[in-house]
């Protein structure tokens, strides 16, 4: 390990405190098993693709100032992925987006995210070794769908459960 | 033919897994497998990247091996662990029970190793079985926790 504090660990904090921050406010939308599912979910399938991606089989990009496990990367896994998660799917289930109406709002989600890689990257938080932008253009949306899915079962079988 | 063994493997744990008759509700092994998963990766995560005392060769079959087992394999054998120990009611059986959990991980944990899949680099031996009883723990823990906030009823939201 070869961690020097400097901007990009500034970063990571800031983005995980702001996420914490939006997610706040909504924190008792949803009963907390559902919360805890989600945000275990989250975890397990950000820390699964990462470690694939960043250590074996691929080297395809890396957090912070070098290719170990850095405290910064797991903040972005505990905290980031799984509160923008959570808002995602209260404005998704909130607003019952049916249709069309929940294309558009993974459309505008998968924008969102993009940008925010970018940002990530320009700000070297983010250092691709191999991966581009472009490859995450479909992969946001997968990952949104793959989201609902969940939530539909886990909100199904929850219900069943509690009455 | 190493990731031959390792589908086979993984794929006859997971098909005794849902062939079994389960204690646990559907929620319960969702939450289980995702903590017993990121235990399995942290623990392999630390070691490779950062203390270098487990190797993973660069070799994609090797690699995807390696995949399987964190995703599935040690996750399906720490579910199964809590599905019976849920059942276990006497402290000696349940003793028993970790003993024989940590001792097959183990196994595992070292069956890559001599597969190739997972090198131990200045290894203690007695690391190994130390890992995965604490991880047991932590299950075993969570699960209490969990489960009072699974069953204590009412509308979903």
């Not at chain 1, 983005?15 to 939308?29: C, E, G």
């Not at chain 1, 399938?45 to 990367?73: C, H, M, Q, R, W």
């Not at chain 2, 990247?49 to 995949?67: R, W």
């Amino acid at each position: 390990m070869n961690v020097k504090y400097d901007w990009n660990e500034w970063y990571f904090l800031i983005s995980s405190v702001a996420a914490l921050l939006s997610f706040w406010p909504i924190r008792k939308y949803f009963r907390p098993v559902l919360v805890l599912l989600i945000w275990m979910y989250n975890i397990f399938l950000v820390s699964s693709i990462d470690y694939f991606l960043i250590a074996t089989p691929f080297k395809a990009y890396y957090f912070g100032d070098n290719p170990t496990y850095e405290l910064s990367g797991a903040l972005f896994h505990l905290f980031m992925y799984p509160c923008a998660s959570l808002v995602f799917l209260y404005f998704y289930d909130k607003f019952e987006l049916h249709g069309k109406q929940t294309v558009v709002y993974i459309l505008g989600w998968t924008g969102f995210s993009v940008f925010y890689e970018w940002i990530c990257v320009k700000n070297n938080a983010l250092i691709y070794t191999g991966w581009k932008l472009l490859y995450s253009i479909p992969v946001y949306p997968a990952a949104a769908i793959l989201l609902i899915l969940f939530f539909h079962f886990i909100k199904n079988k929850y219900e069943d459960l509690a009455y | 033919m190493i990731l031959f063994i390792y589908l086979l493997l993984n794929g006859i744990a997971l098909l005794f897994f849902i062939k079994k008759r389960k204690n646990l509700h559907i929620l319960e092994i969702t939450a289980y497998w995702f903590l017993a998963s990121y235990i399995a990766q942290n623990f392999s995560a630390l070691c490779y990247m950062n203390f270098k005392t487990l190797h993973i060769p660069e070799n994609l079959p090797l690699e995807m091996s390696h995949f399987a087992s964190r995703i599935n394999l040690y996750p399906v054998i720490m579910v199964l662990f809590l599905d019976y120990y849920l059942v276990t009611y006497s402290w000696y059986k349940k003793g028993f029970l970790i003993i024989l959990f940590v001792a097959i991980l183990t196994s595992v944990e070292w069956l890559n190793h001599f597969l190739g899949v997972l090198i131990h680099v200045n290894w203690q031996f007695w690391w190994s079985p130390s890992v995965w009883f604490g991880g047991l723990l932590l299950l075993i823990g969570f699960m209490k926790g969990y489960r009072i906030l699974l069953f204590k009823g009412g509308q979903y939201k």
